[in-house]
């Protein structure tokens, strides 16, 4: 097989890794290097399901000694079988590089023979890349779970970033779709590098030109809709998951049937794509929002409301905690009324030190009035005209394409106004169509 027909098996393989993330790196090459890393992001192109990709996105190999029920990739799946020798893949990066193709690496790769095997082959593409072709620009691995961590360290001191898959959201999942894998076989690397990262952080406290190990940190992937996991445990996963092991993204990927298995969704069922947009900007309302996932899902309500964002469903269902009088509000109240971002609501505290802030203010700054005005008191009041109503707020939260779907799917059963107090009365028919997209 010639590298052109490698290179076209192992990229499509590798398309379902997602990796749609800036550098996180700032790094000008030095004298005799080439490329460079930085951390506003990379140039990003798209791919044709959508995903946002920036890097030579590749597997070393996709021969693989486990047989997952859900990966392309598994043992017992009669799929042709390819992979690249370390020389041939910092090869090919370079070439791709020097032709402005790409601006880095996203290098993943089935387990051939072991573990470890697979890391040592990994470890040697990157080294003749950053030692022998002296490539500056940016390079994510993913992690090998059983490797030893002698080789995790020396893929950490050549990457920027690494990131070790958890995959599905439960061990039980894991033992039903890939009975050779189990939680602790993950977390073990991820809490390897954690710790790598903070002696790391140390070492450059004391010494500014000590080696640095993975500077853009980890990361992590879940596949969404494979298993029965709600979206309470997955948000709450995620949640541990930024708290104990620092991680810097958690990716989730709406499942794509490739396999036919009793376990799994049929092939040919769509995607759960606004299942996994909702996780997305619930991981969001996380890291910049100061939510925590219980304030977001709980026991009696597992699964995001389909008509609206998970910051909106919130203040919908907090009412008694607004209006908030913009010229008073802290900046953590200020950051969960819709239609107000970071920025926004920065800009507010900073320009609320000189004046007394109007709607026609709020506007300029760049908040959403649309959705915030029902929220915001101004100097006391709210702004003029509005008139509070249920259906009102309601239509004014719901994007274009979920008002279609609400008039469409719900007021036709009974012609009657949607409470936000209440979830939508929905067909499984229906939830399926929103979960899947269909909208």
Same mark, same amino acid.
């Given at each position: 097989m010639d590298l052109f027909d490698k290179l076209k098996l192992l990229s499509d393989a590798a398309k379902y890794d997602v990796a749609c993330t800036s550098s996180g790196v700032d790094r !000008?090459? @030095?004298k005799g290097q080439i490329g460079s890393a930085v951390s506003c992001g990379i140039c990003h192109s798209f791919a044709g399901d959508g995903r946002c990709i920036s890097l030579l996105k590749v597997l070393m190999t996709n021969a693989c000694i486990y047989d997952c029920k859900y990966c392309v990739n598994r043992r017992s799946n009669d799929t042709p079988r390819a992979g690249f020798t370390p020389r041939e893949l910092a090869e090919l990066t370079i070439q791709f590089y020097r032709r402005?193709?790409?601006?880095?690496?996203?290098?993943?790769? *089935?387990?051939?023979? =072991?573990?470890?095997?697979?890391?040592?082959?990994?470890?040697?593409?990157?080294?003749?890349?950053?030692?022998?072709?002296?490539?500056?620009?940016?390079?994510?691995? !993913?992690?090998?779970? *059983?490797?030893?961590?002698?080789?995790?360290?020396?893929?950490?001191?050549?990457?920027?970033?690494?990131?070790?898959?958890?995959?599905?959201p439960s061990q039980q999942s894991l033992k039903l779709l890939a009975p050779d894998k189990s939680k602790q076989s993950i977390f073990t690397p991820m *809490?390897?590098?954690? =710790?790598?990262l903070r002696e790391n952080a140390s070492d450059l406290v004391k010494y500014h030109h000590a080696p640095k190990f993975a500077p853009a940190g980890q990361s992590t992937q879940m596949i969404i809709g494979a298993t029965p996991d709600t979206d309470y445990q997955i948000? =709450?996963?995620?949640? *541990?998951?930024?708290?104990?092991?620092?991680? !810097?993204?958690?990716?989730?990927?709406?499942?794509?049937p490739v396999n036919e298995s009793a376990l799994l969704p049929p092939i040919g069922t769509k995607p759960p794509l606004l299942?996994?947009?909702?996780?997305?900007?619930?991981?969001?309302?996380?890291?910049?929002?100061?939510?925590?996932?219980?304030?977001?899902?709980?026991?009696?309500?597992?699964?995001?409301?389909?008509?609206?964002?998970? !910051?909106? =469903?919130?203040?919908?269902?907090?009412?008694?905690?607004?209006?908030?009088e913009v010229n008073k509000a802290s900046y953590e109240t200020l950051l969960r009324v819709p239609g107000i971002g970071v920025k926004g609501a920065k800009k507010i505290i900073t320009a609320r030190r000189t004046t007394s802030l109007t709607f026609q203010d709020l506007k300029r700054l760049g908040v959403v009035l649309k959705r915030a005005q029902y929220f915001l008191l101004c100097?006391?009041?709210?702004?003029?005209?509005?008139?509070?109503s249920e259906d009102m707020v309601l239509r004014s939260m719901m994007s274009d394409s979920a008002k279609s779907l609400y008039y469409?799917?719900?007021?036709?059963?009974?012609?009657?106004?949607?409470?936000?107090?209440?979830?939508?009365?929905l067909t499984q028919e229906d939830? @399926?169509?929103?979960?899947?997209?269909?909208?």
């Open positions: !000008k090459a @030095q402005n193709y790409i601006e880095g690496l996203f290098l993943s790769s *089935g387990v051939q023979k =072991n573990p470890d095997y697979t890391c040592e082959q990994m470890i040697e593409a990157l080294r003749l890349l950053r030692e022998e072709y002296h490539f500056a620009g940016y390079i994510h691995a !993913k992690a090998i779970p *059983g490797a030893d961590d002698k080789l995790l360290q020396q893929l950490g001191m050549l990457a920027d970033r690494m990131s070790v898959n958890i995959e599905l *809490g390897f590098i954690r =710790n790598q948000l =709450n996963l995620t949640e *541990g998951l930024y708290q104990k092991y620092k991680l !810097k993204r958690v990716f989730y990927s709406a499942y794509l299942r996994e947009h909702r996780l997305y900007q619930a991981d969001w309302l996380l890291r910049f929002y100061g939510f925590k996932a219980k304030e977001l899902l709980d026991e009696q309500h597992q699964s995001f409301h389909p008509y609206l964002d998970p !910051k909106c =469903n919130w203040a919908l269902n907090h009412l008694d905690l607004f209006p908030v100097k006391g009041k709210m702004m003029e005209g509005v008139k509070v469409q799917y719900q007021m036709p059963q009974s012609m009657e106004q949607l409470s936000f107090f209440e979830q939508p009365k939830v @399926q169509k929103c979960l899947t997209g269909q909208l």
